[in-house]
């Protein structure tokens, strides 16, 4: 988890946004796991198809960014068959405001 990369990937709107609606999934898609089998827990993931229509951009673009907030240490993703759900990572994000609380 290096915070440069963090620092760029929260430095978009859009990103920005994705990070907050994970924080409540539930209240800004309420229609997640729709795709999957009921056994199925997307543990509060997200369907890269959800992100983006809420999101209204294009889901290569909405790929890159999830792909990025991913390898920053900002996600989590969980796969069943063709579908990828995103979640919080909310231990890095915990380790992230503390090292912005002790060390910026």
């Not at 994705?18 to 089998?37: D, S, T, V, Y």
Request: with cysteine.
């Amino acid at each position: 988890m290096e915070p440069i990369d963090i620092f760029k990937a929260l430095s978009n709107e859009t990103r920005l946004n994705i990070l907050k609606w994970l924080k409540e999934p539930e209240k800004h898609f309420p229609k997640q796991g729709a795709h999957l089998p009921k056994e199925v827990s997307t543990e509060g993931g997200v369907c890269v198809g959800d992100i983006q229509e809420k999101a209204k951009t294009s889901q290569s673009t909405v790929s890159h960014y999830l792909n990025m907030m991913q390898k920053a240490g900002l996600l989590e993703s969980v796969r069943y068959g063709q579908w990828t759900y995103y979640r919080r990572n909310e231990e890095n994000i915990h380790q992230i405001a503390e090292y912005v609380k002790t060390e910026i």
